[in-house]
């Protein structure tokens, strides 16, 4: 670990890579604790599994058809975005199973990301990077992106908090009181498929939603209040990010499966810590 600390003063990529954990700490820890408290995890694993569908695309257009302009992270917000209006729409109307639907968008999007890879010309290293993260990757251009989408999330976040909140505990006394549950479940969805774009850059597609939901349920078991809890979360976030750097750093280890495992060991203890005190 001491060497990580060591070369992060000579290397800029270690500091990228730090500043990047830091900036999706903040959405994992605001976003995560939403999802944790409403139990939508299953949401954020359709949209994150469905993203390489984007990126695959996204990159057949620019290599096929000439579609410069077109990235791969454009093409996974495309995709997520509407995959979120999706499942909101289908949460409002209840007309179909969410699950179901969330489970066949899940699927559909990894079938359509294979087809769209095997299309592509030449061998697609790139896209493969973003199923397990590639944080050490991370450039200044991608950390603009991350902190405007940093920036959106937490201003949508505390303009609407109390809303998500009275939506998140009791969605029908909300809407008998005027609260148009509709358009909040929309923002919602979409703040939440954002918020997997940004962590795929962090964990990667597959580890994404473990990343989203471990350090939040952690900080659930640690705090009473949603705010507090999104404070905490944030904090245990970017602790088993730096952390699990700096563990895989010297060895070699994937970074994001590091991070990941660290959280899960974090969620354990703090399940732990939590089950003590209330034997006392």
């Not at 499942?87 to 294979?114: F, Q």
């Not at 809303?163 to 009181?177: D, P, Q, S, T, V």
Request: proline share 2%; with cysteine; charged share 10%.
């Amino acid at each position: 670990m001491l060497i990580f600390f060591t070369d992060l003063l000579s290397f800029p990529f270690l500091v990228n890579a730090v500043i990047a954990a830091a900036l999706a700490s903040v959405a994992a820890g605001t976003v995560g604790s939403l999802v944790v408290v409403r139990r939508s995890t299953y949401l954020a694993g359709a949209v994150s599994h469905s993203l390489l569908a984007g990126l695959g695309l996204a990159r057949l257009l620019q290599r096929r058809f000439g579609f410069e302009g077109l990235t791969p992270m454009m093409g996974a917000v495309l995709v997520a975005v509407g995959v979120a209006v999706l499942a909101a729409r289908l949460a409002v109307r209840g007309k179909h199973r969410a699950d179901t639907v969330l489970s066949a968008v899940w699927t559909g999007g990894m079938a359509h990301a294979v087809s769209f890879v095997a299309a592509t010309p030449g061998y697609q290293d790139d896209l493969m990077s973003y199923l397990f993260g590639s944080i050490l990757l991370v450039t200044g251009s991608d950390l603009a992106w991350m902190a405007a989408m940093d920036l959106l999330i937490v201003g949508v976040m505390v303009f609407c908090y109390n809303r998500f909140l009275a939506i998140a505990f009791n969605e029908e006394l909300a809407r008998l009181r005027g609260v148009r549950t509709a358009v909040y479940e929309l923002v919602y969805h979409v703040l939440t498929a954002l918020t997997v774009v940004l962590l795929v850059r962090v964990a990667g597609i597959v580890l994404a939603i473990a990343l989203l939901t471990l350090p939040a349920a952690a900080a659930g078991l640690l705090a009473r209040r949603l705010d507090r809890m999104m404070i905490v979360a944030v904090g245990l976030c970017f602790a088993v990010s730096v952390i699990g750097l700096a563990v895989s750093y010297a060895p070699g280890w994937p970074p994001g499966a590091t991070i990941v495992e660290l959280a899960v060991i974090v969620y354990l203890a703090a399940a732990g810590f939590s089950k003590m005190l209330r034997a006392r």
